[in-house]
């Protein structure tokens, strides 16, 4: 093919521990050296301008559901009363897009690269455990609140897609830990697995962000009837504008999670498709 | 790497017209001709089992929807009354998830890679403008009903989700005729944008399903407030359980296209990264 060869050199993928992003083939033989070290200091300050907006927007979302919650909804409680209803939006927020969006790329950061992989699985397990107790935490939440004004649970589309993917995100968790990180499982299990794994915490990010968006918008028209017409949804308040840019900021966190699992150059070396070899993912790795 | 050798070998790429999928290549090192056969032939089951499902999870959406609007929500007219607002989720549904979704996995159809890629890249061009063209007429239809009621336009989460949607799609689809169809374009340009036109065609489907997701929720909300407590959304009627239904059959729809896209060894083989050539594409390809 090129080169009229019918063999590709495997140098460009280094050693497991680089630091920086290995070059496409391509260039790695048709290049000069120093094109070959520009390239690859440009794709790691690409990755990590995507992965600072990422945690910018993460963190602006935190701030924003924060103060909606305690600046305009009245603050927080346990009580049964609406007061209780408002750690939902901030521990769904917190748990199901901030820290699992963030926990989902963990592996793709070079900084990781040069090390053991086990304890960057730890962290990315533990960050996922931690967001998954905060999401139960914030389904309690609207539960109790439910449950105290005698309301039904679960029969909004909003609560179908949001208890979806926390169910979903629980069975990940499991799934993922009796697979990845526990040693029993075999390397054939591990292979055969590892797409679903990505294909399926994509997909949960998917249905949080869904579940948010239907959340404030629904939230947004209960509460802003007003007893005047400045003070509905429609004439766009402060307090909905506020609401309005947290959905903005949840969806464009989102899509920045998503840049950065799409782009292939951007995988921890031996996760990439053309690294053949495959390791238990406890045995020590990368050394 | 593996076979303690320093290259790969490319035979495992064969001709771009194979109809069925290729094998990882470790396989293709590892395995007898037999098995190989079977490895393919599985992976095709697959991606067609796969797709197949996608079709019939689309068309059930689209009925449901047609459904909601004509059976429950009183049909159609075009004179700004509440029957004009019924267009709006028939076209969105039908534009930005069903064609939308479709059109975005053509290219993985084995069948289609056997032959030349520009009358399949000319189809995708055409599904994608059709379903642009739906979803502007949906966000006519609703812009419409709200000018006749006098309630403002672009206020709620949902609204700015979906015109955000409709907009980033335009904007794909524009950039898509000027880079991938006409022949001006330079390859440079075509390699550069296409991982951009991918993750971004991934995230417009990602917001439709919010929005749609956040319209059914919302228009429930609206419209199941009852004049007793049976027929309020919270008591789940069956126009309730038929519209949340459409937003989970929309959902595994998305989750079944993501899956696809997702897929690597499902790409058609002159787009995997591994096919380093890459021509214009209004030149003869695949012949």
Chains 1, 2 share one sequence.
């Not at 093919?1 to 521990?17: A, E, N, V, W």
């Not at 559901?65 to 939006?89: E, K, Y």
């Not at 309301?151 to 909003?158: A, C, E, I, M, R």
Request: aromatic letters at 10%; charged letters at 10%.
């Amino acid at each position: 093919m090129q080169q009229g060869s019918d063999c590709l050199p495997l140098s460009h993928l280094g050693p497991c521990g680089s630091e920086t992003f290995p070059l496409p083939q391509k260039h790695e033989v048709t290049s000069p050296r120093a094109s070959a070290g520009a390239s690859r200091m440009r794709q790691t300050v690409i990755f990590y301008l995507s992965f600072l907006l990422g945690l910018a927007l993460s963190l602006a979302s935190l701030v924003c559901v924060c103060v909606w919650s305690a600046r305009w909804r009245g603050g927080f409680a346990w009580d049964g009363s609406a007061l209780q209803f408002n750690w939902h939006p901030v521990l769904m927020v917190a748990g199901l897009v901030v820290l699992y969006g963030n926990g989902a790329v963990l592996y793709r950061v070079p900084l990781t690269w040069g090390q053991n992989k086990l304890p960057w699985k730890l962290l990315h397990a533990a960050l996922m455990l931690l967001a998954l107790v905060l999401s139960v935490v914030g389904l309690c939440a609207v539960f109790g609140f439910h449950n105290a004004k005698g309301t039904p649970n679960l029969y909004s589309l909003h609560s179908w897609i949001g208890i979806t993917a926390t169910a979903l995100f629980a069975m990940q968790w499991v799934a993922g830990l009796a697979v990845f990180l526990l040693p029993w499982s075999p390397t054939s299990l591990r292979k055969l697995l590892k797409p679903v794994h990505v294909w399926l915490g994509g997909s949960i990010l998917s249905l949080s962000i869904a579940a948010c968006i239907s959340g404030i918008n629904e939230k947004l028209f209960f509460v802003l009837k007003g007893s005047t017409e400045a003070q509905t949804y429609a004439a766009l308040p402060p307090e909905a504008l506020l609401a309005n840019s947290l959905g903005a900021l949840i969806v464009a966190f989102g899509l920045v999670v998503f840049l950065i699992l799409s782009n292939q150059k951007w995988q921890r070396p031996d996760s990439r498709p053309e690294e053949l070899a495959y390791t238990p993912l406890l045995q020590e790795e990368n050394e």
